[in-house]
């Protein structure tokens, strides 16, 4: 289960505080899994204290198994969240690429180049899944700026 931080710099840029991957041992029975991934969220939480978190929504995924598993390590986020209080956002992977490309349909790569610009690196994030998501809290972030200008200003629609 790739993780990644990121918070708004005082000129309103984005900055990485850290990103990686929390793992388990193949072999382990899957409860002992899950709780290993709810213990390595809880301190993470516990280290860096954030506002929020993010989690991808589920998508259709062909292989059965990956998909539950993919689920059962997902709640065990969305608990993590919600037990230390934070306010869990949701996002799907349309609504991630959307925010960051423009384009609902951008390829692994396209999303990829778009964190290592938004995040001023020299080097894409690496493995996948931690800059996944990184995608994922860039795009609660810009979504909440969206927000938050609209609110700011008298619309009618």
Partial sequence: MGYGLVREGSDDAL???EYGVLTTPAKTPMPSRLLALYSQ??????R???AVMVVEELFFNKNTNTAIAVGQARGVALLAGAAAGLQV??????????ALTGY?????????????????LDYIPKPDDAADALALAICHLRSRRMIQALENRDLMI
């Fill in 89 to 98: 956002g949701e996002f799907t992977p349309l609504q991630v690429k959307q």
């Fill in 104 to 120: 609902g349909r951008a390829t692994k790569d396209q999303i990829q180049q778009m964190v290592r610009l938004t995040l001023n």
């Fill in 48 to 50: 860096y204290h954030p």
């Fill in 41 to 46: 969220l809880q301190a993470l939480l516990r």
């Fill in 15 to 17: 900055e990485l505080v």
